[in-house]
């Protein structure tokens, strides 16, 4: 368990520390990339830590027609900074089809993770983009993640590679 610096979070918040299994979507369809970012903040918004769920589908939305954050591998990793958030959330959609995003690579992406922090809170934000590019670099363990049955399965692979 991480401890509370005065209003934020130390940087080297894991993933699993953020997402549950009550906010990871197995077999995520969307006609496209913004289709599947308004289920995923949807999902989120249940989580009870979105307090405007319109204002975070806007911010992740932008972020998106700035540039993509398909960073390539069938990865993507939507993320805002917002005060719609009461604290550091992810949602994890997983296509084993993949969904078009206009990543890096010109690839489909295959796993969605969307971040939401609460503003001004850098360090963690980006501590934890960090983190999730390198846990996912593993190519079989992103192919177990994929091709997992439950999000409860999914939930515990990035339980144990995080203690790796």
Known sequence: MKYWCGSERKANVKLSEVLAKERIVI???GKDKYDVLGKLVHVARVSGKVTNEA???RKVTEREKIKSTGIGGGIGIPHAQTSGVTDIIACLGVS??????????????HLILLIATKERTNST?????????RLFIDEPFKQKIIRSVSPGEIMNLITEKEKE
């Open 27 to 29: 077999h995520v369809k």
């Open 125 to 133: 934000y980006l501590g934890l983009l960090s983190r999730i590019a």
């Open 96 to 109: 084993e089809q993949g969904i078009e995003f206009n990543a890096v690579d010109g690839r489909p992406v």
């Open 55 to 57: 204002d975070l589908l």
